[in-house]
T-cell receptor, first 113, second 114 residues
Framework: QKEVEQNSGPLSVPEGAIASLNCTYS??????FFWYRQYSGKSPELIMF????GDKEDGRFTAQLNKASQYVSLLIRDSQPSDSATYLC?????????????FGTGTSLTVIP | DVKVTQSSRYLVKRTGEKVFLECVQD?????MFWYRQDPGLGLRLIYF???????EKGDIPEGYSVSREKKERFSLILESASTNQTSMYLC?????????????FGEGSRLTVL
């Protein structure tokens, strides 16, 4: 299994602050990444997909990818209580992993009103 | 809307029982997956299937088997349930799009083995 590391948290930020979620990965062949959000008791849902080095913005969310450092992050600006969830990082399958789709253990985020 | 449907949201079974978890997707996806999710351990891949009747083991296949007789349906089977298989089970599907296709998840099946 390819390694995907995330800080498990919990990460707590006040409402309106920037939340920063980080993910490192071991497979240098990984070209693209998914960020999923999972509310308690619910299934994961896709919030961001990034495949190029640099930043990708979508509303209050910004994904950052640095392939040289094998690092991908998710920034949530103007954090809201509704952002409280677990955030999962997953590299897209590549190479000898076939279509296996692995996730990091997730970071639990709590936004305090 | 894309849809992945898991047959049961909550199940309670006894040790030694045979358990079937069913998953159906309506997106004509080639790939289907079964994960279990436990606190502190994240999502762990049990099995995945890339075509009808084709399957590959994930990281934790012991104690599980799968069946994919039709493209839209992927079943997870616990031949003899044990208490350590109490968990949330998530089914997912994905189109074969190389590195761009996202996973779509079902709502999950919470299994308790007594």
């Amino acid at each position: 299994q390819k390694e995907v590391e995330q800080n498990s948290g919990p990460l707590s930020v006040p409402e309106g602050a920037i939340a920063s979620l980080n993910c490192t990965y071991s497979d240098r062949g990984s070209q693209s990444f998914f960020w999923y959000r999972q509310y308690s008791g619910k299934s994961p849902e896709l919030i961001m997909f990034i495949y190029s080095n640099g930043d990708k913005e979508d509303g209050r969310f910004t994904a950052q990818l640095n392939k040289a450092s094998q690092y991908v992050s998710l920034l949530i600006r103007d954090s809201q209580p509704s952002d409280s969830a677990t955030y999962l990082c997953a590299p897209a399958p590549v190479g000898d992993t076939g279509n296996q789709f692995y996730f990091g253990t997730g970071t639990s985020l709590t936004v305090i009103p | 809307d894309v849809k992945v449907t898991q047959s049961s949201r909550y199940l309670v079974k006894r040790t030694g029982e045979k358990v079937f978890l069913e998953c159906v997707q309506d997106m004509d996806h080639e790939n289907m997956f079964w994960y279990r999710q436990d606190p502190g351990l994240g999502l762990r891949l049990i099995y995945f299937s890339y075509d009808v009747k084709m399957k590959e083991k994930g990281d934790i296949p012991e104690g599980y088997s799968v069946s994919r007789e039709k493209k839209e349906r992927f079943s997870l089977i616990l031949e003899s349930a044990s208490t350590n298989q109490t968990s949330m089970y998530l089914c997912a599907s994905r189109a074969y799009e190389g590195w761009t296709g996202e996973l779509f998840f079902g709502e999950g099946s919470r299994l308790t083995v007594l």
